[in-house]
């Protein structure tokens, strides 16, 4: 397990060989700093890690909407960690059918729950841990989380020149593209004349976050293969929330999203998404390029 953010003195961790998005959602939490996504990289129904150190103190299972596309599991999960690294603040997790008890400690990387699949995912979302950060008098609502800061180190290695390179895996939900171009952690491209790594899902989401080494500019206009692709409108640390311009990003002819994380220990690989189920369906092995496309 890796430190990847934080909140006071809560630490947040994630697999080594996981992913991690603070903004590839679009639920609020994920515009305002106050959420994270651990991606653990197993399926849905397998184990899924505690990603912090704390006291379970409470578990409600509640109902949610139903799969649009996909079989959920007909439920969800809120579990509250009374945090032992703060104890003026609780953790609360979504998305894991827990196989820990009220009062039981969890260490980071030990088993926590089973990964589900809510009816509030998207066809195309991987199984994942969320995570808010929260006073013990508002565990629940959708809003008022504490700020989360970025603790994972970033490069800045220059950005990429093109969005070319393998399919890796094909199903109809989505697509993974190893590019050709060796990249750490993050996807990058220039913020403002610095490097950032992109996070989120674009265009479809609409917004999309920036991470790099320091503060991060605001106003600046994000490019990628030296594209306009958003304009930075709020910033904290080394972490930006930037609006999307108006473009799209196609393959074969295909309209598709862009799915990214961050990837602490791995070539982060890119994510298309179909208009719908089954609408891209490449061959794995094959060459493929990205066009950006500004809108008329």
Same mark, same amino acid.
């Given at each position: @397990?890796?430190?990847?953010?934080?909140? =006071?003195?809560?630490?947040? %961790?994630?697999?080594?060989?996981?992913?991690?998005?603070?903004?590839?959602?679009?639920?609020?939490?994920?515009?305002? $700093?106050?959420?994270?996504?651990?991606?653990?990289?197993? /399926?849905?129904?397998?184990?899924?890690?505690?990603?912090?150190?704390?006291?379970?103190? !409470?578990?409600?299972?509640?109902?949610?909407?139903?799969?649009?596309? %996909?079989?959920?599991? /007909?439920?969800?999960?809120? @579990?509250?960690?009374?945090?032992?690294?703060?104890?003026?603040?609780?953790? !609360?997790?979504?998305?894991?059918?827990?196989?820990?008890?009220?009062?039981?400690?969890?260490?980071?990387?030990?088993? *926590?729950?089973?990964?589900?699949?809510?009816?509030?995912?998207?066809?195309?979302?991987?199984?994942?841990?969320?995570?808010?950060?929260?006073?013990?008098?508002?565990? %629940?609502?959708?809003? =008022?989380?504490?700020?989360?800061?970025?603790? *994972?180190?970033?490069?800045?290695?220059?950005?990429?020149?093109?969005?070319?390179?393998?399919?890796?895996?094909?199903?109809?939900?989505?697509? $993974?593209?190893?590019?050709?171009?060796?990249?750490?952690?993050?996807?990058?491209?220039?913020?403002?004349?610095?490097?950032? $790594?992109?996070?989120?899902?674009?265009?479809?989401?609409?917004?999309?976050?920036?991470?790099?080494?320091?503060?991060?500019?605001?106003?600046?206009?994000?490019?990628?293969?030296?594209?306009?692709?958003?304009?930075?409108?709020?910033?904290?640390?080394? @972490?930006?929330?930037?609006?999307?311009?108006?473009?799209?990003?196609?393959?074969?002819?295909?309209?598709? =999203?862009?799915?990214?994380?961050?990837?602490?220990?791995?070539?982060?690989?890119? !994510?298309?998404?179909?208009?719908?189920?089954?609408?891209? @369906?490449?061959?794995?092995?094959?060459?493929?390029? $990205?066009?950006?496309?500004?809108?008329?």
């Amino acid at each position: @397990m890796v430190p990847i953010a934080a909140s =006071g003195s809560v630490t947040v %961790f994630s697999p080594m060989n996981g992913r991690f998005s603070f903004f590839n959602s679009p639920y609020p939490m994920h515009f305002s $700093l106050t959420g994270v996504d651990i991606y653990p990289e197993r /399926g849905f129904g397998e184990m899924a890690p505690a990603p912090v150190k704390g006291r379970v103190v !409470k578990i409600r299972k509640v109902r949610a909407p139903g799969g649009r596309g %996909f079989r959920d599991d /007909g439920f969800d999960c809120v @579990m509250l960690l009374e945090s032992l690294e703060d104890l003026g603040r609780v953790v !609360k997790i979504l998305h894991v059918d827990p196989v820990v008890d009220c009062g039981e400690v969890v260490e980071p990387g030990q088993p *926590l729950g089973r990964l589900l699949r809510s009816g509030y995912f998207n066809f195309w979302t991987d199984p994942h841990t969320h995570l808010e950060v929260r006073r013990p008098s508002d565990p %629940f609502r959708a809003r =008022g989380g504490f700020t989360l800061r970025r603790l *994972l180190s970033v490069d800045e290695p220059g950005p990429v020149e093109e969005l070319r390179g393998t399919v890796t895996r094909s199903t109809p939900e989505y697509t $993974l593209i190893a590019l050709r171009e060796k990249v750490r952690i993050g996807l990058p491209a220039d913020v403002g004349g610095r490097t950032g $790594l992109l996070d989120g899902g674009i265009p479809h989401y609409g917004r999309f976050g920036v991470h790099i080494r320091g503060p991060v500019p605001r106003n600046s206009l994000v490019r990628l293969c030296g594209e306009p692709i958003g304009m930075i409108k709020t910033a904290t640390g080394n @972490m930006g929330l930037a609006e999307c311009t108006s473009f799209g990003i196609e393959v074969d002819g295909v309209e598709v =999203g862009l799915s990214l994380y961050l990837s602490p220990a791995s070539e982060p690989k890119l !994510k298309l998404i179909p208009p719908k189920r089954g609408m891209l @369906m490449l061959e794995e092995s094959e060459e493929v390029s $990205l066009a950006i496309k500004r809108a008329e």
